[in-house]
């Protein structure tokens, strides 16, 4: 079982930074995928950002250009940078854990991140 800690969140106006982590229990050297995803109220949760084992990483449109997802496997943590914050980018964003692409995923608690106008 993969337990997943997201951290980071939090208030911030428009035009600001937030930096969320994501500390997995286990060791993600070999994690296939890692990925931010996030919910705002009444919509369904949508990929924001992913990297895979090799560090390859792929974006929502609505993000590229702003946010950075990055991974430190020696501290089995994942990162988003997210800059230029929008109240659009408000919403509950979890971590993702995908092993493989033959396994189910592993979900965090979740994070609370709310821009304001």
């Known amino acids: 079982q993969v337990r997943l800690v997201e951290s980071g969140g939090g208030l911030v106006q428009a035009g600001g930074s937030l930096r969320l982590s994501c500390a997995a229990s286990v060791s993600i050297f070999g994690f296939d995928i890692m990925g931010w995803y996030r919910q705002a109220p009444g919509k369904q949760r949508d990929m924001v950002a992913t990297?895979?084992?090799?560090?390859?990483?792929n974006y929502a449109n609505s993000v590229k250009g702003r946010f950075t997802i990055s991974r430190d496997n020696a501290k089995n943590t994942v990162y988003l940078q997210m800059n230029s914050l929008k109240p659009e980018d408000t919403a509950v964003y979890y971590c993702?854990?995908?092993?493989?692409?033959?396994?189910?995923?592993?979900w965090g608690q979740g994070t609370q991140v709310t821009v304001s106008s």
């Open positions: 993702n854990a995908k092993p493989t692409l033959y396994t189910p995923s592993w």
């Open positions: 990297i895979t084992s090799d560090g390859t990483t």
